[in-house]
């Protein structure tokens, strides 16, 4: 079992930055931040490999630099040059190394134009 708590989200102008810190209970395998708007299914925002090896969607590339801390059992999102379109509700997601799958609680991310 890995809890996960959020943290880092609010609200924003366009272009602003913000920062998303996951902390895990335990150490965990795979990390990743998806988001959900209203109306639209929950999409992955980028993932990590605990060596950090890294996947982005194609809308964040550039922008958005997903990180860790295995020492800290932390994954992190920096999120630059936010555009309105980034607005969602952000969840942290990890894999245990038993394989199970685990999710924050979500953390609101609004960005105004």
């Known amino acids: 079992q890995v809890q996960l708590v959020e943290s880092g989200g609010g609200s924003v102008q366009a272009g602003g930055s913000l920062r998303l810190s996951c902390a895990a209970s335990?150490?965990?395998?795979?990390g990743g931040w998806y988001r959900q708007a209203p109306g639209k299914q929950r999409e992955l925002v980028a993932s990590?490999?605990?060596?950090?090896?890294?996947n982005y969607a194609d809308s964040v590339k550039g922008r958005f630099t997903i990180s860790r801390d295995n020492a800290k059992n932390t994954v992190l999102l920096q999120m630059n040059s936010l555009k309105p379109e980034d607005t969602a509700v952000y969840y942290c997601?990890?894999?245990?190394?038993?394989?199970?799958?685990?999710w924050g609680q979500g953390t609101q991310v609004t960005v105004s134009s």
């Open positions: 990590i490999t605990y060596r950090g090896s890294t």
């Open positions: 335990n150490s965990i395998n795979l």
């Open positions: 997601n990890a894999f245990s190394w038993a394989g199970g799958s685990f």
